[in-house]
């Protein structure tokens, strides 16, 4: 099943000739999901080669300008274009208003369904192979974090020895599959019977860190993330420009990826000061050594986790 994240922008506050301010989109096995929605959005996506009508969702981490204003724009074209389908759209409080709002500015009235779902830490999407959890950052006004995180694969379900055990094809195979034992006649099935568990995969994990200052307060929800996307908007020598601003430095970002054992980190929504990103990755490097500059249209495909044990 195909992971892909596609970054449509990396700029923070205003646009620069080379950057289009920040937004995330995440594919997953048919799903588009939207990480904020930036002025200039639509046509990142047309660039980076994903359909802005085939968003499922939309995930605001907060209302600051650089974050929400390509709402508007975005619902009118996928009204003119008579989107169909539902559109789910999460944020922090006052979601609904905002988005009537947007409505309002976009002068329509949509003829598809929006949903607007207030976040609240915890699991705020869970479908049949993933789920999407928000949580709280340290940013000058309410802001979320959000991981998206691929269900753990137990093993590998052996369905010739099922069925040579008498377990009829059905139901019974799911249950067994996720670790419950089953009844045949009078004999019981136990999932080690029909399982190979040397085949358990980690499902893959990724976080989306924009708006906050870094801090221990958010580490465990991206503990061991394959990817970790965090802001770093300015470089270490501007520290105090980022804690009166409720931003974070590279060198920053690149210290919680450590604590948090990531993988890797991008870094993005960068300052419109940096022309040359160089001396932020340098910076990040040195604490975090993999660590890259998550820039526009930078796509990423992310390969399963090697089958490792996980039970
Ligand atoms: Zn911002
Ligand atoms: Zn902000």
């Known amino acids: 099943m195909e992971l892909r994240l596609f ?24 799903k588009v999901f939207l990480f904020d929605c930036a002025e200039g959005t639509q046509q ?27 709402l508007p724009g975005l619902l009118a074209t996928m009204n003119m274009y008579e989107r169909d389908v539902p559109l789910a759209i999460y944020g922090p409080r006052g979601i609904e208003a905002r988005v009537e709002l947007a409505l309002k500015i976009a002068g329509i009235r949509p003829d598809f ?7 609240k830490k ?12 928000a949580f709280p950052l340290k940013h000058n006004t309410a802001c979320f974090g959000f991981s998206f995180k691929e ?18 094809v059905g139901p019974l195979f799911a ?23 040397s085949k358990g995969r980690r499902g893959r994990k990724v976080s989306i860190v924009l708006d906050t200052r870094a801090s221990d307060s958010y580490v465990e929800y991206i503990k061991e993330s394959d990817i970790l996307i965090h802001e770093a908007v300015f470089t270490s020598d501007l520290i105090d420009r980022a804690i009166e601003t409720f931003h974070s430095t ?44 998550g820039k526009d249209l930078l796509k990423i495909t992310l390969p399963m986790n090697p089958e490792e044990r996980i039970v």
């Open 7 to 30: 970054f449509l922008g990396s700029g923070c506050s205003a646009p620069t000739k080379e950057r289009n301010l920040t937004s995330i989109a995440l594919q997953f096995h048919g």
């Open 44 to 70: 990142q996506m047309m660039k980076a080669g994903i359909s802005y009508m085939k968003i499922d969702a939309i995930f605001f981490s907060h209302f600051h300008a650089d974050h929400f204003l390509g």
């Open 113 to 119: 369904e929006i949903n607007c779902i207030e976040l």
């Open 122 to 133: 915890g699991t705020v999407l869970k479908e049949e192979g993933f789920s999407i959890n």
């Open 151 to 168: 269900k753990d694969k137990l093993g590998k379900f052996i369905r010739e020895r099922a069925i040579a055990l008498g377990v009829p």
């Open 175 to 197: 249950k067994l599959q996720s670790g419950k034992a089953v009844k045949v006649g009078k004999k019981i099935v136990k999932p080690a019977d029909v399982m190979d568990y």
């Open 250 to 293: 590279a060198r920053e970002a690149a210290e919680i990826a450590k604590k948090a054992r990531c993988k890797k980190l991008y870094l993005t929504h960068f300052s419109t000061r940096y022309e040359n990103l160089e001396a932020l990755l340098n910076e990040a490097r040195e604490v975090f050594p993999n660590t890259y500059i």
